[in-house]
Structures are given as C-alpha cells and as structure tokens.
C-alpha cells in the first residue's frame, strides 16, 4: 500500500492569500498518482486544497489528516505541503487557513512525531514552504536532526530562506514535478527522492533559494517509475556483450549498415552482417545514454567503419556489475 496526502493552500482568513500552491497540489496529485505506463502508483491520493472561505483548510483537519497518513503500516506514506510557512524561536510551522499569525499553524515538531513513530516502511515529506528546512532540528538548533529510520524530508530553502514562487507556480515544486515526470529516473525508470533532490539541487544556482535534504534509510524507495530511456532487456546484454568491464570490443564495418555508394563498392569493407549489426544497434543505444563511448573516434559510426573499437564508461561498468550480480 502507497499512500499521499497532498495539500495545497492558497486562502487564508487572516495573513496574505496565495497564488500557485493549489495549483502546485494538483500537479503533483497528477503526477504521482500512475507511473510513466498508466499503472497505479499511489492509489486514490488524498488531495486537500484552500482555495477560498468555502473551502478552507484549518488546523485541526489539516493535522489529523497528517496523523492519519501515518497512522498505517503503509510500504511508503508520503506527505507533500505547499502553502505559508512560518519559524519562531519554538520551531517552523505549517500555516493553516485559519493561521492568525504562523505559529498557530501545524507545528513541523507534530509532523515529525508523527512520522517518526508511523509503522509505514518509508516516511516522505516534501515541503514547498518558507523556512521548511526547520523539519527535524529542535527549537534550540540541534547539529543533529531528530529522523528516526526509514523518514526523508525534501524541503523548499532553509530553515531562514522563504521559498520562491515564479509564474504561479513554486520554484521548487516545479522543479519536483519535472523530477517525477522522469528527469530524475534512472536508466531502469526509478526515480528516489535521493535522485529528486539531486534534480532540484543542480538546477538552483547558489544564490537561489536552497532545497534541503535529510533522511535516514538504509535503502530509498521508488517514488515513481517513469519510461527508461533503454530497454531492461538491452540492459541485460551488457553482459553478454562485454565479458568483463575494462576491455575494449573491437568494431570494423560489418557492424555499420550505412555506408556511402563508393563504400559499398569498395570490396577491401566488409559488407554488413546481420549479428554485427543487431549488437551495433545495442551498442548506440548504450552510447547514447552514456554505458559506451567509441575508442579513438568521435562517434560510434566511425569507430566501426574505421576499424577501431568501443568501451564500457565508468556508467556502463556500475550498471554491467549491476547485471552481473543481478540486482536489476
């Protein structure tokens, strides 16, 4: 079982409106609900929005909807936040509509209790609110984060930084929906918030707000599974392949089918071979998501019609062992 709570805010009774989180809570509802493929994902996301009086979001329903998410032995339970966030000397809070000045908001040290003592396998909170980077440090600054086992928190900035909002839309939650939407997948279309929060991290210059990221798990969990840029079955034949990284697979041109008129004539090239060319298709597939690189040309067409060779990178020797030892 997957579950998400997924809130957006963007009415409040009494401290400025805002504009993009319900918008943000959509998106990131729509995206985490089924995988690249169209299978279930995180089945029927619990979806709460603030977008005026009638519809408000007030603190007591906002934290027992967060105590319920976590109340479950869930495989993964996910808790994403956008909307007002507020830090005093006691610790950071999430604004409800109903907030009169933030620290009458959810405080972030409930969300944290009740993460940490959630039976679900995996606790993830991701936080698009200013000074979400307080989650998990005591109110005195521990160095230390209070997370307990198998908790990650993705927020916006720090805990002094506010978070951006840019044509609408958060800054962060943009970048987070890009990341799940598959520019954070791996070459077998797992996307973990480890690989999230490098996305995002690269794509903020240094003097842009910064994301934080904290967890304590021995192993991530896939948040998403997007389309792999290269077949599980091409993955596989790495092995067969390559024998053993470190060498390098001697090409000529009966692996290349393309070739021009004077070529073709020219009885010294070889002609195409069907074998040679079924590995070659592989082999520029590879190359085009960094596993091989050509040897001594500079693209993989004239490797082979020049006679030269091929390699594992150091990308494609991770994911050869990883073959290798069957692990994918």
Known sequence: MRKALIVGIDHYDHISPLRGCVNDAYSVNGVLERDADGTANF?????????????????????????????????????????????????????????????????????????????????????????????AVSAQGAVQADIREGVTILSASTAEQYAMEEGGSGVFTGLLVDALSGAAANLVGDITPGSVYAHIDQSLGPWQQRPVFKTNVKTFVSLRRAKPPISLSELHQLTEIFDVPGVELKLDPSFEPARSAEEASDSSIPAPDPLNMATFKVLQNYARVNLVRPVGAEHMYWAAMQNRSCELTVTGEHYWNLVNDRLI
């Open 43 to 135: 089945t029927s996301p619990r979806l709460i929005t603030g977008t005026g009086p009638a519809a408000s979001v007030d603190r007591h329903d906002l934290r027992e909807a967060v105590r319920e998410l976590f109340r479950d032995d869930a495989e993964i339970a996910l808790f994403y936040f956008s909307g007002h966030g507020y830090l005093d000397d006691a610790g950071g809070y999430l604004c409800s509509s109903d907030a009169r000045g933030g620290d009458d908001g959810l405080s972030l040290t409930d969300v944290m209790t009740f993460a940490n003592q959630s039976p679900a396998t995996n606790k993830v909170i991701i936080l698009d609110s200013c000074h979400s980077g307080s989650a």
